[in-house]
Nanobody, 121 residues
Framework: QVQLVESGGGLVQPGGSLRLSCAASKSISGLDAMAWYRQTPGKQRELVAALSRGGNTDYTDSVKGRFTISRDTAKNTAYLQMNSLKPEDTAVHYC???????????????WGQGTQVTVSS
């Protein structure tokens, strides 16, 4: 199972920016997509952004135009650039590896420890 380590979270004021990083220990055949999720206490983990093998991206409506998912294949690292942050973005953010099936990102049990993003004035 691939090991994932998230970093880059922190405290930022509304309107600010953060860039999250996800370092993967290795690539797994068949798990050719990556994604970012977020979760707050008592809520289901929510898909924020996903990136397919072919470079296509999907974003939840609430972050479209503000967040950008990308990857550096050579470094086995994924990124989430978060701009124009809002208090509602406050959550623990997790990286995931998976695949696309039926046009939808499918997660696996490969999760990192998460990194906290707090947006507050």
């Amino acid at each position: 199972q691939v090991q994932l380590v998230e970093s880059g979270g922190g405290l930022v004021q509304p309107g600010g920016s953060l860039r999250l990083s996800c370092a993967a220990s290795k690539s797994i055949s068949g798990l050719d997509a990556m994604a970012w999720y977020r979760q707050t206490p008592g809520k289901q983990r929510e898909l924020v952004a996903a990136l397919s093998r072919g470079g296509n991206t999907d974003y939840t409506d609430s972050v479209k135009g503000r967040f950008t998912i990308s990857r550096d294949t050579a470094k086995n690292t994924a990124y989430l650039q978060m701009n124009s942050l809002k208090p509602e973005d406050t959550a623990v953010h997790y990286c995931n590896v998976g695949w696309y099936f039926g046009g939808t990102y499918r997660s696996t049990s490969s999760w990192g420890q998460g990194t906290q993003v707090t947006v507050s004035s």
